[in-house]
Structure formats: structure tokens, C-alpha cells
Nanobody, 118 residues
Framework: VRVMESGGGLVQPGGSLRLSCAASGFTFDDHAMMWVRQAPGKGLEWVSA????????YYAESMKGRFTISRDNAKNTLYLQMNGLGSEDTAVYYCVRVDNLSWYGDYWGQGTQVTVSS
């Protein structure tokens, strides 16, 4: 099982980024997926989740209206479109596979750094 994030980088306040997560080694559309982030010096923060077919999406309150999670099951890829970024969004963003029974994250990527700064 492997999940690998890409698309992070440096962006100015108010800007946008789209993160991608390429999944392999498992049946992608059997699992919900989520994004989790960790800001410098802080704990893990759940960002967003999406069910196996993309039919249901969930967001942390501070991300609603700014972030959009989506998936392309034909490409085994998860996305996170982030708009209106602020310094508080600076963090390492992790792509996480969700275990079907526990709904905990069971496989994590290595993370991609997002830095919001002028």
C-alpha cells in the first residue's frame, strides 16, 4: 500500500494550490480517503475526507468554503483544491487511507509542505 502526495510549495496569502495523492497497492475505490495536516510546532489536524465514490465529502470548519476534496477513481488519485490560503494554512499535508472498519487512518503518505507567505 502506498500513498504519495505532491503539489505542495510556496504560495502567497490569498493564493491557491492543488494537492494530489497517488495511491497504489490497494483497490482505491474500496476506501474513503482523507487529508490531515500538521502545522509547525502543532499536533495533527484533520482537514477533509471523502467517501469511496466521492458522493460524500466532509470538512473541518475552518476549511469549509475554501478547500475542496475530490477523487478520480479511474486514476487512483485524491485531490485537495485549496483556495484563499492564509498563513494559518502553512503545514505539512498528509494523504491518508481510511480503514473501512475503524474509520481511522491506516496508511499515510510522507507529506507535502505547504507554505503560505509573502
Amino acid at each position: 500500500v502506498r500513498v504519495m502526495e505532491s503539489g505542495g510549495g510556496l504560495v502567497q496569502p490569498g493564493g491557491s494550490l492543488r494537492l494530489s495523492c497517488a495511491a497504489s497497492g490497494f483497490t482505491f475505490d474500496d476506501h474513503a480517503m482523507m487529508w490531515v495536516r500538521q502545522a509547525p510546532g502543532k499536533g495533527l489536524e484533520w482537514v477533509s475526507a471523502i467517501k469511496w465514490n466521492g458522493g460524500s465529502t466532509y470538512y473541518a470548519e475552518s476549511m469549509k468554503g475554501r478547500f475542496t476534496i475530490s477523487r478520480d477513481n479511474a486514476k487512483n488519485t485524491l485531490y485537495l483544491q485549496m483556495n484563499g490560503l492564509g498563513s494559518e494554512d502553512t503545514a505539512v499535508y498528509y494523504c491518508v487511507r481510511v480503514d473501512n472498519l475503524s474509520w481511522y487512518g491506516d496508511y499515510w503518505g510522507q507529506g507535502t509542505q505547504v507554505t503560505v507567505s509573502s
